[in-house]
């Protein structure tokens, strides 16, 4: 036994020490309650017999004895845990027994407890923090706990510091821990058994405060004319309900003032679409005083400024700048973004770390390199199978990973830039598939920034064919698709989104079991523009033999799908403003059926063309050309390649120049790569060393605003001994940054369990302005920048914009 007081001697530690004896099985001892808490009972048996002897239970046994002439059997035992009065043993046979049972003292034990209740914290915030600033003396740390009612105690807080830095230490509380605003907390020490040292805390201060951050626009107007004294404050729009918001009661920011030539004050800024504390402010407001020359009071008055005006909701964006011509109208600019950084994600599955197969893994690349170590997230529970993700048009460090695991389950972990997860929000299996499987999707719209995710649902109800569910700052409720084209039961096992630039719209495409495929298109709210592409499609349990994009140009979508019933054709149909009909060509090597199908859009604003990349049976790998109203130039490119079971080949475009690249492994130890020019001219086929063995996947990534020197294709390459490894093309160079780059063991290469992507494009600039009292139709033109500034000549009306193009964001 430890921590036992001796400094009194051996005696001195024994508070009580009781007796007894008897004729039985076993035997039993009552000791007096103790003298103090913290010290222990221990004791002692002896019975007449040749045999083991039992502890009681909760008691650590010290020694167990037998012998014989005579045959007895002598134990010890001691609780390390809590005092009790009953001590006790017990023996195979009836006999004798004497025992000893005793209380010892244990040495000084410190301890502490301050306790803080709260009540009346005003609720209405998304959040609550517990703050704390403190600090101890040399010694044991201490923990601060949080109550979560009735009566659990959970440690969130850990006092490491021995100096006073002036700073506080915070934990954001849950919902049940807040407990509608009456929460409780409690500082101990971290050992509070066995304490022999005094130590002290000291708390400067503790609060519970919300963790919402009031986005306002106030405006202030000088006493004199040069500047030196101004009046106070008017809040003129803000979601703060106790500002009292003059014109506006929504979160804003980011205000811009122009006066015009007769003396009105107008004004821009950026405000929140929904009330309270929010963290998206990207909408257009516009207003201006009634009164020219207006006065500190007539300012602060709500009645001297015109209703607010919704600058353009369809393109919102951030910095509004405003300025006036001849006729005092105003003439708006924004900008899409506020910043851009270069920044790709990969999210893949990895044997490593602490919950292995069971979580992505990530890595950001940032221009020039990935980022180490890994970042491992929550366990999705079971072992990955699928990742999908996909980046925010709209919060510039916001992207979202979507996981099916073995169980089924779809996990979702939403990233800014740390990620949480939501586990299960849908199943789409019961027993996994023995082949790669492509059952959900995600995808942004690109003007909303909501998300929306599609899955094949697990379920014999033949009106729920496809679930989806959106995501707007939390995910919503789980909703229903019904192909009524059928009735019966439909299992969707390949799902496929295509979101539309400068557009809320989706196009989603979708493939049963059975070879059904059809189409939707997302209209930001709902689903329409149903098309069933073709009733016989290419059904196999193997591949993705669908493929959906976008024309860069026209903005028409083009569907397409292996056809039935060897696939060794392709059916596709075009939505304009209606769907045309199905059509067939031979993108496709005759006998051998299209289990792979990828259509990739020239992201060069002026044209429509696609390529669209084939994958067949026996390995070849092929090409087709799409000139926005035909099919030509089919081309094989390699007849062996090392797979057909998996997708060894990719391509992807240059962002300008109509190039591209085309990737695939055919040759073991090395990978293979061809330039392409549109509409029709192929490079060499070149051969680069890549790991030992051959490569059953490979996903190439568009860069969509390289950098001079920079790369303008990125790409992941999973082989057969599991290596996830990386490479890169600058316009000239094929590199192979690492064969393993991004782990030496994914644990698996039969499935696609990785996605890369890059962050998109930074958007548009926006003008608009207003003539003869009617507002004219945006105009929407170029790469954003990250300053911006409008001005209109007062000699000729002229238009001039100024924009900044950060060179330290890597603009």
């Known amino acids: 036994m430890t921590n036992v007081d001796l400094s009194g001697g051996v005696a001195a530690a024994f508070v009580q020490s009781p007796t007894g004896s008897g004729t ?39 020694d167990d004895g037998n012998h014989n002439n005579p045959g007895t059997g002598v134990e010890s035992q001691w609780r390390s845990d809590a005092f009790e009065t009953t001590a006790s043993a017990s023996w195979s046979t009836s006999s004798a027994w004497l025992g000893i049972a005793a209380e010892l003292k244990q040495l000084t034990n410190y301890q502490m407890e301050v306790r803080y209740d709260w009540s009346g914290v005003a609720s209405g915030s998304p959040s609550y923090a517990l703050k704390v600033e403190a600090y101890h003396t040399v010694g044991e740390d201490f923990l601060v706990q949080v109550l979560t009612p009735p009566s659990t105690w959970t440690t969130r807080i850990t006092i490491t510091k021995t100096a006073d830095d002036n700073a506080a230490q915070a934990y954001t509380l849950t919902t049940a821990e807040f407990n509608s605003g009456a929460p409780a907390v409690r500082f101990i020490g971290a050992t509070e058994i066995g304490d022999v040292t005094q130590s002290d805390v000291y708390l400067d201060y503790v609060t519970i405060s919300s963790n919402s951050v009031w986005d306002r626009v106030v405006l202030m107007r000088s006493r004199d004319t040069s500047g030196s004294t101004w009046s106070g404050q008017v809040v003129l729009a803000s979601g703060r309900s106790g500002d009292s918001a003059l014109v506006l009661a929504r979160d804003s920011a ?131 199978r699928n990742v ?12 979202i990973v979507v996981t099916v695991s073995d169980d089924g389950w779809l996990d979702a972990y939403v990233c800014t830039p740390t990620c949480t997860v939501t586990n299960n929000l849908g199943q789409v299996w019961s027993t996994p598939p023995s082949q790669v499987d492509y059952r959900f999707d995600i995808a942004y719209e690109a003007l909303s920034g909501r998300a929306l995710l599609v899955y094949g649902l697990l379920s014999t109800d033949t009106t729920r064919d496809i679930a989806y569910r959106e995501y707007t700052g939390s995910w919503g409720p789980e909703q229903y698709l019904d192909n009524t084209n059928n009735a019966t039961d439909l299992q969707y096992s390949m799902m496929e989104l295509a979101p539309k630039a400068r557009s809320d719209q989706v196009g989603l ?60 054709t392709i059916v596709y149909r075009e939505f304009t403003t209606t769907w045309g009909s199905s059509s067939t060509y031979p993108c496709g090597t005759s006998g051998k059926s299209d289990y792979w199908l990828s259509l990739k859009p020239n992201p060069v604003p002026t044209t429509d063309e696609m390529i ?200």
């Open 612 to 811: 669209l990349l084939i994958g067949q049976t026996s390995s070849p790998v092929s090409t087709c050309y799409w000139s926005g109203s035909g099919w030509s130039n089919f081309l094989t490119h390699d007849a062996t390649s090392d797979s057909w079971t998996t997708r060894v080949e990719d391509f992807a475009w240059e962002s300008t120049g109509s190039r591209g690249l085309l990737v695939w492994g055919t040759t073991t130890g090395q990978i293979t790569y061809r330039t392409f020019t549109a509409p029709n001219t192929w490079g060499t086929i070149t051969n680069v060393a890549m790991g030992t063995t051959v490569h059953d996947w490979v996903t190439l990534r568009t860069n969509p605003f390289p950098q001079p020197g920079r790369p303008k294709i990125i790409g992941a390459v999973l082989d057969l001994n599991n290596d996830l490894g990386a490479i890169t093309w600058d316009g000239s160079a094929f590199t192979v940054v690492g064969a393993n780059s991004f782990t030496a063991d994914t644990g698996s290469h039969t499935l696609e369990n990785f996605d890369l992507q890059y962050h998109p494009a930074p958007g548009s600039v926006y003008y608009k302005n207003r003539a003869a009292g009617t507002w004219r139709p945006t105009v929407v033109w170029g790469t954003t920048y990250t300053g911006l500034s409008v001005d209109v000549s007062p000699q000729n009306n002229y238009v001039a914009l100024a924009g900044y193009f950060d060179n330290a964001a890597e603009q």
């Open 509 to 568: 495409m979708a493939e049963t079991t059975n070879g059904v495929v059809t189409a939707w298109i997302w209209s930001g709210t709902a689903f329409g523009s149903f098309a069933e592409v073709t009733a016989t499609g290419f059904a196999s349990s193997l591949g993705d033999r669908i493929a959906i994009a976008w024309e860069t140009n026209s903005g028409h979508l083009l569907a397409v799908a292996a056809a039935g019933p060897l696939g060794e």
């Open 24 to 62: 039985a099985g076993s035997g039993s001892i009552t000791l007096a309650s103790p003298g103090n808490s913290a010290n222990r009972p221990v004791s002692g048996w002896f019975h007449a017999a040749q045999e083991g002897t039992n502890p009681r239970a909760n008691w650590a046994e010290a």
């Open 254 to 384: 980011e205000p811009s003032i122009a006066i015009d030539s007769a003396g009105f004050l107008h004004m821009v800024w950026v405000s929140s679409p929904g009330s309270g504390d929010q963290s998206t402010l990207n909408l257009v407001r516009y207003t201006k005083t009634t009164v020219a020359y207006p006065s500190e009071t007539q300012l602060a008055n709500a009645a001297n400024w015109q209703a607010v005006t919704n600058v353009d909701d369809a393109n919102p964006g951030y910095m509004p700048t405003v300025s006036t011509d001849s006729s005092n109208n105003p003439h708006i600019a924004w900008s899409q973004s506020k910043t851009f950084g270069e920044e790709a994600w990969i999210s893949y599955q990895s044997n490593t770390g602490t919950n292995t197969v069971n979580s992505p893994k990530s890595r950001t690349w940032d221009g020039t390199s990935w980022s180490a170590p890994e970042t491992e997230e929550s366990t999705a529970g079971s072992p990955l």
């Open 388 to 399: 999908r993700m996909a980046y925010s048009p709209i919060a510039s460090d916001e992207r």
